[in-house]
């Protein structure tokens, strides 16, 4: 299972219409979606599990893709700097 950073989400997109996007290339199995807590609109930005070979496969296929005006950026999520944390 791997953790994919999107980036450059419009404002319009929903949780829904994100896990639509990536249906085609294999199943999604978590998608979190950052909103604006007063606004309920998209942040911009979200996280999402796929299995490994068709997370290579929708990154491959969506990223720099045009979504409404701006490119979505796909990514794989570091897993070693979201555990490292800082060191003093």
Known sequence: MLTMIIRGLPKSM???TLEHL???HGRVFDVRLSKDLFSDECKG???LKMEGHEARAAIAALDGSSQGDSYMRVSLLDENKKRRGKRW
């Open 22 to 24: 990536f249906t085609p």
């Open 14 to 16: 929903t949780q829904m």
């Open 45 to 47: 930005f979200a996280q």
